[in-house]
């Protein structure tokens, strides 16, 4: 008898990870589910799962593996749920929240064989209409199993080969500080400084249109999802405070060093960054999922856009979003151009270069 799957939430993630499973387990039966009866249409008519559960009592009931790819609130509502249900001896229950040791504890209190996941992947597009199975390919997918299911973390990194993605196991306390600092901390600081400029914008209304170029890009995450965000910086909230109360003692002494006029402190601030900021890879993704940017200097004339984006469709590449960044009168404007992943990127660029003297550039 063909193995069951249950998906739960066929947003963006749910979605795409139907597509990887489906891709490279054609003998796997997977069935879905999802709160709005539209998105459950969707996910049979676009072949995304074989079919959908009546509900998900039913489904989990029916399942060998479940695979709870919803907000961790609604995570935890689930685990409630399924610790009522007949479930299969063997059955082995995941998810793929941003947070883990709240879940991982519900779990493990109530006896689940659960292993704690997250695939550290996401689009500028979100629901189940931006699916996507190459949505994890060489992104991190980070397993956080409770003592006893260690032994199953192997049967789904196999289940998941579809995804392409690269396996690291922490325990979820590990997780929750690294993606803390590297992840959640970075988008409550992006916020800040957009929700601040803002507020600069109601007394100097020109500012606004003067944040653009470097001041977009570097609060470009602060779009995010303001449910999803709200839910992890709760579920978070002991180490985003230590997180802040560090921040906060660090802009306490900043403050101190430009009052004082401490010139070779604020170098050193400065420097130390820089050195650390360079030394990062580039190209990988990691905590925060990378932008896929192509800069193009395009002459400020009719018919050049359609030219660009003609250009990038005859090579087969399909972009994600358009806009023009800046506009000047008789000088060149700057058209990004947004991708799925480095290999379009890369490919779009190539086009570019091939089939026009417009300078282009990635970031």
């Known amino acids: 008898m063909a193995q069951h799957v ?19 387990n054609p003998e796997l039966i997977v069935v879905g589910w999802d709160s709005q009866p539209k998105t459950r249409e969707q996910a049979v008519e676009q072949q995304i799962v074989d079919y959908v559960a009546n509900d998900f009592e039913t489904g989990a009931g029916q399942a060998d593996v479940i695979l709870l790819a919803v907000p961790v609130r609604t995570t935890l509502a689930y685990l409630d749920v ?57 992104a991190y997918y980070i397993f956080t199993p409770l003592e006893k ?26 997780h ?33 249109q003067l944040a653009a170029g470097g001041f977009r890009d570097i609060t470009r995450i602060a779009s995010s999802d303001p449910v999803m965000w709200t ?10 405070l230590e997180r802040l109360a560090d921040w906060q003692q660090e802009m306490t002494q900043i403050a101190e060093w430009i009052m004082t006029e401490n010139q070779s402190e604020i170098f050193s601030f400065f420097n130390r960054a820089k050195e650390s900021r360079d030394q990062l890879p580039v190209h990988k993704q990691g905590a925060i999922p990378a932008f896929f940017d192509l800069f193009i200097d395009v002459p400020d004339e009719p018919g050049v856009i359609a ?26 404007g700057i058209l990004q151009i947004s991708f799925k992943n480095q290999q379009d990127l890369l490919q779009a660029k190539r086009t570019i270069i091939s089939n026009t003297s417009y300078h282009c550039w990635i970031k």
């Open 6 to 24: 249950f998906i739960v939430g066929l947003g963006l993630i749910g979605a795409s990870m139907a597509l990887c499973i489906r891709q490279t």
């Open 82 to 138: 399924l610790e009522r249900i007949n479930l299969s001896d063997h059955v082995i229950i995941t998810d793929v929240s941003s947070t883990k040791q709240q879940v991982v504890t519900s779990a493990e209190q109530k006896n689940l064989r659960f292993v704690g996941g997250h695939p550290m992947a996401g689009s500028h597009k979100s629901g189940i209409q931006a699916a996507d199975a190459k949505l994890f390919e060489n």
């Open 149 to 174: 299911t260690k032994k199953n973390v192997e049967k789904l990194q196999e289940l998941f080969c579809g995804t392409k993605a690269k396996y690291v196991t922490l325990t979820a306390g590990e």
């Open 176 to 208: 929750d500080r690294i993606t803390g600092m590297l992840s959640h901390f970075p988008h409550i600081l992006a916020a800040g400084l957009v929700n601040q400029a803002e507020q600069f914008n109601q007394e100097y209304p020109r500012a606004k």
């Open 231 to 240: 839910d992890i910086l709760l579920s978070n909230k002991q180490i985003l």
């Open 307 to 332: 030219e660009v984006t003609g250009l990038i469709g005859k090579a087969g590449v399909s972009l994600i979003n358009l806009k023009i960044q800046e506009t000047r009168e008789d000088i060149l």
